[in-house]
Nanobody
Framework: QVQLQESGPGLVKPSQTLSLTCTVSGASLETNYYYWNWIRQAPGKGLEWLGASYYSGGVGVSPSLKTRISISRDTSKNQYTLQLNSVTPEDTAVYYC????????WGQGTQVTVSS
């Protein structure tokens, strides 16, 4: 019943900003004790947690990427967004949204390639 869907560009140029949106259905972003995450997997690498929008309105981000990442939400649309600034080819990955009480529910993922 809970579904998450990533959307955004599949190709971004180096030094530019990547913006992705996750649309959630079947659960509210404001559901108590639900967390709405961004996770990515680069080729040959494991899952990397990027950040999350919390049910309370708070935000958490990965310490290693905190200078480049921002996460926001639009509760009227039940969407939350990822903004990753100053991208490089190392940011090439499949980007997922995942949420629920833990990482219960996952989107299908969206491929993002950083290339000139």
């Amino acid at each position: 019943q809970v579904q998450l869907q990533e959307s955004g560009p599949g190709l971004v140029k180096p030094s530019q900003t990547l913006s992705l949106t996750c649309t959630v259905s079947g659960a509210s972003l404001e559901t108590n004790y639900y967390y709405w995450n961004w996770i990515r997997q680069a080729p040959g690498k494991g899952l990397e947690w990027l950040g999350a929008s919390y049910y309370s309105g708070g935000v958490g981000v990965s310490p290693s990427l905190k200078t480049r990442i921002s996460i926001s939400r639009d509760t009227s649309k039940n969407q939350y967004t990822l903004q990753l600034n100053s991208v490089t080819p190392e940011d090439t990955a499949v980007y997922y949204c995942a949420g629920g009480p833990f990482w219960n529910y996952w989107g299908q993922g969206t491929q993002v390639t950083v290339s000139s």
